[in-house]
């Protein structure tokens, strides 16, 4: 790409950035995250809205010291959807049990265009032992 390609692509990104248009479709979920314009206000979003929740949720939840040695800084978005539900998750979200039972299906934004690999964990950090009457972490599946 050239200097003045990469200039027409920046001033065009910042036209449908200040477009209404593109925060109602944003809003109504009508938006193509494959779509540089919208993939800019979706991570805009996951940066002021779920990242600190998620900070919030794992602080509260006790998951740094527990399952992790440090706090954490996510660089993607995580979302998860169970069947028969019309729940999607995000970070820090409550399962409730019984939907625990099914595989969700997962979106995942990255945020960038190049390939990456993940290890996915689902872990219950306190699932009841019944039989020694304590909590312990339990591993649901590793992908």
């Known amino acids: 790409m050239t200097l003045d390609s ?3 692509t920046l001033v065009d990104l910042e036209l449908k950035l200040s477009d209404p248009e593109t925060f109602l479709h944003f809003k109504n979920q009508e938006a193509d995250l494959s779509e540089p314009h919208y993939a800019v206000l979706h991570h805009r979003k ?3 809205e779920s990242v600190p929740l998620l900070m919030k949720m794992s602080q509260k939840s006790k998951i ?3 399952a992790f040695p440090h ?3 996510p660089d993607l978005h995580l979302q998860l959807n169970f069947s028969n539900t019309n729940w999607l998750g995000a970070h820090g979200h409550d399962i409730p049990p019984n939907w625990a039972l099914y595989s969700p299906s997962l979106i995942i934004h990255t945020h960038e265009k190049k390939t990456r690999h993940f290890t996915l ?3 219950d950090l306190d699932a009841p032992n019944v039989k020694e009457k304590k909590y312990q972490e339990w591993c649901h599946w590793l992908v």
Do not use: N
């Open 6 to 8: 990469i200039s027409q």
């Open 46 to 48: 996951w940066l002021k």
């Open 64 to 66: 740094v010291g527990d």
């Open 71 to 73: 706090p954490i800084h």
């Open 121 to 123: 964990l689902m872990t």
